[in-house]
Protein backbone atom coordinates (compact mmCIF):
# COMPACT_ATOMS: atom_id res chain seq x y z
CA UNK A 1 0.00 0.00 0.00
CA UNK A 2 2.98 2.32 1.26
CA UNK A 3 5.16 2.02 -2.35
CA UNK A 4 1.40 2.56 -4.40
CA UNK A 5 0.88 5.21 -2.59
CA UNK A 6 4.43 6.63 -2.89
CA UNK A 7 4.53 6.34 -7.35
CA UNK A 8 1.62 8.33 -6.88
CA UNK A 9 2.87 11.01 -5.35
CA UNK A 10 6.09 10.55 -7.46
CA UNK A 11 3.78 10.47 -10.68
CA UNK A 12 2.28 14.12 -9.67
CA UNK A 13 5.36 15.74 -8.64
CA UNK A 14 6.96 14.99 -11.71
CA UNK A 15 3.63 16.01 -13.59
CA UNK A 16 3.58 19.32 -11.20
CA UNK A 17 7.13 19.88 -12.33
CA UNK A 18 6.86 19.58 -16.00
CA UNK A 19 3.66 21.91 -16.03
CA UNK A 20 5.55 24.52 -13.80
CA UNK A 21 8.43 24.97 -16.13
CA UNK A 22 8.28 28.97 -16.53
CA UNK A 23 10.41 30.73 -14.04
CA UNK A 24 8.14 33.36 -12.34
CA UNK A 25 11.07 35.85 -12.55
CA UNK A 26 10.82 36.21 -15.94
CA UNK A 27 7.23 37.40 -16.26
CA UNK A 28 6.07 40.38 -14.54
CA UNK A 29 6.88 43.49 -16.76
CA UNK A 30 8.89 46.71 -15.80
CA UNK A 31 10.41 44.70 -13.01
CA UNK A 32 13.35 47.71 -12.03
CA UNK A 33 10.44 50.40 -12.15
CA UNK A 34 11.91 51.90 -9.39
CA UNK A 35 14.71 53.23 -11.88
CA UNK A 36 12.41 55.35 -13.96
CA UNK A 37 12.65 58.77 -12.26
CA UNK A 38 16.85 58.60 -12.93
CA UNK A 39 16.88 58.30 -16.86
CA UNK A 40 16.71 60.54 -19.32
CA UNK A 41 13.63 60.68 -20.95
CA UNK A 42 12.42 62.62 -24.26
CA UNK A 43 9.28 65.02 -23.00
CA UNK A 44 8.13 65.22 -26.62
CA UNK A 45 4.56 64.11 -27.56
CA UNK A 46 5.15 61.43 -30.21
CA UNK A 47 3.85 62.22 -33.66
CA UNK A 48 3.67 59.67 -36.76
CA UNK A 49 5.63 60.47 -39.66
CA UNK A 50 4.21 60.09 -43.04
CA UNK A 51 6.21 57.38 -45.00
CA UNK A 52 6.19 55.80 -48.87
CA UNK A 53 3.01 53.65 -48.91
CA UNK A 54 0.73 55.36 -47.00
CA UNK A 55 -2.78 56.25 -47.32
CA UNK A 56 -3.77 59.24 -46.72
CA UNK A 57 -7.30 61.81 -46.15
CA UNK A 58 -7.24 64.76 -46.50
CA UNK A 59 -10.16 67.33 -46.12
CA UNK A 60 -10.63 71.19 -46.75
CA UNK A 61 -13.01 73.18 -45.39
CA UNK A 62 -14.04 76.78 -45.41
CA UNK A 63 -17.02 77.71 -43.41
CA UNK A 64 -17.23 81.29 -45.07
CA UNK A 65 -16.45 79.96 -48.59
CA UNK A 66 -17.50 75.88 -49.15
CA UNK A 67 -17.59 76.69 -52.50
CA UNK A 68 -13.90 77.31 -52.75
CA UNK A 69 -12.91 74.28 -50.54
CA UNK A 70 -14.76 72.00 -52.87
CA UNK A 71 -12.14 71.67 -55.13
CA UNK A 72 -9.90 70.28 -52.84
CA UNK A 73 -12.07 67.62 -51.64
CA UNK A 74 -11.90 64.82 -54.27
CA UNK A 75 -14.79 61.74 -53.78
CA UNK A 76 -15.23 58.68 -55.23
CA UNK A 77 -18.43 57.63 -56.91
CA UNK A 78 -20.14 57.08 -59.69
CA UNK A 79 -21.94 60.52 -60.72
CA UNK A 80 -25.87 59.98 -62.00
CA UNK A 81 -27.81 63.57 -63.04
CA UNK A 82 -24.79 65.23 -61.31
CA UNK A 83 -25.35 63.69 -58.18
CA UNK A 84 -24.22 59.98 -56.13
CA UNK A 85 -26.55 57.50 -56.80
CA UNK A 86 -28.18 56.02 -53.35
CA UNK A 87 -26.52 52.83 -54.44
CA UNK A 88 -23.00 54.51 -54.38
CA UNK A 89 -22.42 56.97 -51.58
CA UNK A 90 -19.63 59.28 -52.22
CA UNK A 91 -16.68 59.19 -50.22
CA UNK A 92 -12.90 61.13 -49.60
CA UNK A 93 -10.44 60.44 -52.44
CA UNK A 94 -7.35 58.57 -50.55
CA UNK A 95 -3.86 59.99 -51.71
CA UNK A 96 -1.44 57.59 -51.52
CA UNK A 97 1.97 58.08 -50.98
CA UNK A 98 4.52 57.10 -53.39
CA UNK A 99 7.88 55.51 -53.39
CA UNK A 100 9.52 59.07 -53.49
CA UNK A 101 7.23 60.57 -50.98
CA UNK A 102 4.76 62.38 -52.53
CA UNK A 103 1.45 62.89 -53.41
CA UNK A 104 -0.70 64.64 -56.26
CA UNK A 105 -3.08 66.87 -54.39
CA UNK A 106 -5.88 69.24 -56.27
CA UNK A 107 -4.86 72.44 -58.08
CA UNK A 108 -1.46 72.42 -55.74
CA UNK A 109 -0.08 69.06 -57.64
CA UNK A 110 2.80 67.39 -56.17
CA UNK A 111 3.73 67.38 -52.85
CA UNK A 112 6.40 66.32 -51.02
CA UNK A 113 5.14 64.71 -47.48
CA UNK A 114 7.26 61.96 -46.50
CA UNK A 115 8.90 62.59 -43.18
CA UNK A 116 6.49 65.19 -42.18
CA UNK A 117 3.77 64.95 -38.71
CA UNK A 118 0.25 65.65 -39.95
CA UNK A 119 0.58 68.94 -38.64
CA UNK A 120 3.70 69.72 -40.97
CA UNK A 121 1.51 68.89 -44.02
CA UNK A 122 -1.49 70.35 -42.74
CA UNK A 123 0.23 73.83 -42.69
CA UNK A 124 2.05 73.04 -45.58
CA UNK A 125 -0.78 72.64 -47.53
CA UNK A 126 -2.63 75.44 -46.02
CA UNK A 127 0.03 77.80 -46.83
CA UNK A 128 -0.72 76.58 -50.46
CA UNK A 129 -4.18 77.53 -50.81
CA UNK A 130 -4.67 80.22 -48.56
CA UNK A 131 -4.90 82.77 -51.70
CA UNK A 132 -7.96 80.96 -53.04
CA UNK A 133 -10.25 81.63 -49.41
CA UNK A 134 -10.88 85.23 -48.17
CA UNK A 135 -10.01 83.21 -44.53
CA UNK A 136 -7.23 80.99 -43.98
CA UNK A 137 -8.89 77.58 -44.54
CA UNK A 138 -8.72 74.31 -42.18
CA UNK A 139 -6.85 71.44 -43.51
CA UNK A 140 -7.38 68.14 -41.81
CA UNK A 141 -4.94 65.26 -42.51
CA UNK A 142 -5.71 61.42 -41.17
CA UNK A 143 -3.97 58.30 -42.06
CA UNK A 144 -6.58 55.79 -43.69
CA UNK A 145 -3.78 52.45 -43.08
CA UNK A 146 -2.45 52.95 -40.20
CA UNK A 147 -2.13 49.47 -38.85
CA UNK A 148 0.24 47.15 -36.78
CA UNK A 149 0.36 43.55 -36.72
CA UNK A 150 1.94 41.53 -33.52
CA UNK A 151 2.27 37.72 -33.73
CA UNK A 152 4.10 34.80 -32.06
CA UNK A 153 3.32 33.70 -28.03
CA UNK A 154 -0.03 36.03 -27.61
CA UNK A 155 -3.57 35.27 -27.10
CA UNK A 156 -4.94 36.91 -30.13
CA UNK A 157 -2.56 37.27 -32.96
CA UNK A 158 -3.63 39.59 -35.82
CA UNK A 159 -3.24 42.91 -37.44
CA UNK A 160 -5.04 45.55 -35.55
CA UNK A 161 -6.16 48.98 -37.02
CA UNK A 162 -5.22 52.10 -34.74
CA UNK A 163 -7.58 54.62 -35.27
CA UNK A 164 -5.78 57.21 -33.24
CA UNK A 165 -2.63 56.88 -34.82
CA UNK A 166 -0.54 56.48 -31.40
CA UNK A 167 0.03 53.23 -30.13
CA UNK A 168 3.07 51.85 -27.77
CA UNK A 169 4.32 48.50 -27.27
CA UNK A 170 1.97 47.72 -23.98
CA UNK A 171 -0.96 49.16 -25.78
CA UNK A 172 -0.10 46.92 -28.58
CA UNK A 173 0.01 43.72 -27.07
CA UNK A 174 -3.10 44.67 -25.13
CA UNK A 175 -5.03 44.40 -28.52
CA UNK A 176 -3.25 41.08 -28.83
CA UNK A 177 -4.86 40.25 -25.05
CA UNK A 178 -1.20 39.93 -23.43
CA UNK A 179 1.00 37.49 -24.01
CA UNK A 180 1.08 34.13 -23.35
CA UNK A 181 3.07 32.48 -20.42
CA UNK A 182 5.42 30.82 -22.96
CA UNK A 183 6.47 34.29 -24.43
CA UNK A 184 9.93 35.27 -24.16
CA UNK A 185 9.65 38.97 -22.24
CA UNK A 186 13.00 39.79 -22.62
CA UNK A 187 12.90 38.81 -26.06
CA UNK A 188 9.89 40.40 -28.22
CA UNK A 189 11.32 41.16 -31.96
CA UNK A 190 10.23 44.54 -33.63
CA UNK A 191 10.18 44.26 -37.29
CA UNK A 192 10.52 47.48 -39.26
CA UNK A 193 10.46 48.85 -42.56
CA UNK A 194 12.12 52.43 -42.43
CA UNK A 195 11.20 55.42 -45.55
CA UNK A 196 14.31 54.02 -47.45
CA UNK A 197 12.84 50.75 -47.54
CA UNK A 198 15.23 49.31 -45.54
CA UNK A 199 14.02 46.50 -43.04
CA UNK A 200 15.32 46.82 -39.10
CA UNK A 201 14.88 44.18 -36.55
CA UNK A 202 14.87 45.57 -32.74
CA UNK A 203 14.66 43.30 -29.77
CA UNK A 204 12.91 44.69 -26.99
CA UNK A 205 13.00 43.70 -22.95
CA UNK A 206 9.82 44.35 -21.27
CA UNK A 207 11.13 43.48 -17.89
CA UNK A 208 13.39 46.14 -18.24
CA UNK A 209 11.89 49.33 -17.41
CA UNK A 210 13.74 51.48 -19.74
CA UNK A 211 11.51 50.29 -22.30
CA UNK A 212 9.42 53.34 -21.61
CA UNK A 213 12.28 55.42 -22.67
CA UNK A 214 12.86 53.51 -25.83
CA UNK A 215 12.75 54.93 -29.19
CA UNK A 216 11.15 52.03 -30.20
CA UNK A 217 8.31 52.14 -27.33
CA UNK A 218 5.96 54.06 -30.06
CA UNK A 219 5.20 51.81 -32.19
CA UNK A 220 5.19 53.10 -36.27
CA UNK A 221 2.65 51.66 -39.16
CA UNK A 222 3.10 48.58 -40.64
CA UNK A 223 5.40 47.61 -37.13
CA UNK A 224 5.37 44.03 -36.54
CA UNK A 225 5.75 42.55 -33.20
CA UNK A 226 6.70 39.06 -32.89
CA UNK A 227 6.68 37.39 -29.24
CA UNK A 228 9.23 34.45 -29.12
CA UNK A 229 8.46 31.65 -27.63
CA UNK A 230 10.62 30.11 -24.70
CA UNK A 231 11.85 26.31 -24.29
CA UNK A 232 9.35 24.95 -22.19
CA UNK A 233 6.98 25.81 -25.34
CA UNK A 234 9.42 24.46 -27.80
CA UNK A 235 9.52 20.89 -25.11
CA UNK A 236 5.35 21.06 -25.05
CA UNK A 237 5.34 21.78 -28.83
CA UNK A 238 5.48 17.50 -28.76
CA UNK A 239 2.58 17.09 -25.85
CA UNK A 240 0.92 14.50 -28.28
CA UNK A 241 3.33 12.42 -29.19
CA UNK A 242 6.81 12.39 -26.96
CA UNK A 243 5.49 13.60 -24.02
CA UNK A 244 2.79 11.33 -23.81
CA UNK A 245 5.23 8.60 -24.37
CA UNK A 246 7.37 9.70 -21.76
CA UNK A 247 4.60 9.57 -18.93
CA UNK A 248 3.59 5.91 -20.83
CA UNK A 249 7.75 4.69 -19.79
CA UNK A 250 7.08 6.66 -16.23
CA UNK A 251 3.97 4.61 -15.47
CA UNK A 252 5.75 1.14 -16.40
CA UNK A 253 8.65 1.75 -14.55
CA UNK A 254 7.09 2.60 -11.53
CA UNK A 255 4.79 -0.37 -11.80
CA UNK A 256 7.65 -2.47 -12.37
CA UNK A 257 9.51 -1.08 -9.43
CA UNK A 258 6.55 -2.04 -7.14
CA UNK A 259 5.62 -5.34 -8.71
CA UNK A 260 9.65 -6.26 -8.33
CA UNK A 261 9.62 -4.84 -4.80
CA UNK A 262 6.05 -7.17 -3.86
CA UNK A 263 8.11 -9.61 -5.06
CA UNK A 264 11.10 -9.87 -3.79
CA UNK A 265 9.97 -8.44 -0.54
Not at 205 to 216: E, F, G
Request: aromatic share 8%.
Amino acid sequence: MKINRFSTILLCMLMLFTASCTSYKKVPYLQNSGELPSMEQNTTMFDAKVQPKDLLIITVVSPKDPTASAVYNLTTGIPYDNRFSLTSQPTLQSYLVDNDGCIVFPVIGEINVAGKTKKEIENLIADKIKGAFTEPPIVNVRFENFKISILGEVNSPGTYTIKNEKVNVFEALALAKDLTVYGLRENVKLIRENSNGKKEIHELNLNDVSIVTSPYYYLQQNDILYVTPNKAKAKNSDIGSSTSLWFSATSIMISLTSLLYNILR
